[in-house]
DNA sequence: TACGTTACTTCTAAAAAGCAAGCATTATGG
DNA sequence: CCATAATGCTTGCTTTTTAGAAGTAACGTA
């Protein structure tokens, strides 16, 4: 059990998501249905505004995240999932199984993990949809 | 596609891999049979020692791995993974499946990836064991 | 052309991480 | 039974990152 040391797949993951704000505005992009500055940050999960431009930047920079704008709205930018966003999906599937499964706190929705735990497979699709 | 807000399994997974190294011992625990603390230190990827030794209690207080004494070796100990360490498995291999697809520099091992991709419930139960 | 909305940027203080050094505990060799 | 070495940290200081409040710039609307 074992794989090459150098360009390590877990240390990509971590230059990317390994922080604290990174993985839950993916989150609120494929759950929530947040797409702009204003949804983010009024959020409720106390993500400083400097901290919020940062971390967008950097997520688009590495291809997470597209910004565009918003035709209808001033100057209102869209924040969207590219594919390689949506791809997370299979990896978010796997976080929320095993958090539901090791802390009680932690809530989901019974449709959700059951679907989940029956046919993950058809829930990444939809999810990627 | 929606889940509950309250007790959310992102934040928690964030709660305990939010950082740069957490899941970096876990892989080193994993894939690479280190298991103690001169072995993480010298591991090369830069950890300092106040850092790892703050992120090896954190990992301990939430139940990832297990610290004992070994016997035979003065006052050294061995880090392990728990159960619910070891089932992390599953979204490891997510990171690594999903770092290769999109990261040209990620490099893993052909036969890890193509058993990653033909079959991997076998994979993860080899992995846990 | 003033005003509201949105998306940031800037500044300062607080928290965390990095770094070098030192200390404690447990063998081990003389 | 005392000095030495190996291992696992802790401590104190410096540097980097984050938090929080405030301010600015672009755009559309009245």
Redesign the pocket.
């Known amino acids: 059990m074992n794989y090459d040391p150098y360009g390590c797949p877990i240390r990509y993951w971590l230059s990317i998501f390994g922080?604290?704000w990174s993985l839950l505005i993916v989150r609120d992009i494929m759950f929530k249905e947040r797409q702009?500055?204003?949804q983010f940050q009024s959020a409720g999960e106390?993500?400083?505004?400097?901290?919020l431009?940062?971390r967008?930047n950097h997520l688009e920079k590495y291809g997470i995240i597209s910004?565009s704008h918003d035709e209808d709205?001033?100057?209102?930018?869209i924040y969207a999932l590219t594919d390689k966003g949506k791809e997370l999906a299979g990896i978010i599937i796997n976080i929320i199984d095993w958090s539901e499964k090791f802390d009680e706190k932690t809530l989901v929705e019974e449709n959700f993990i059951s679907a989940l735990r029956k046919n993950p497979e058809a829930l990444m699709k939809k999810m990627m949809s």
Do not use: F, M, P
Request: hydrophobic fraction near 20%; charged fraction near 25%.
């Open positions: 922080d604290k702009n500055y204003g106390g993500i400083s505004t400097s901290v431009a940062s967008l910004k709205h001033g100057k209102r930018y």
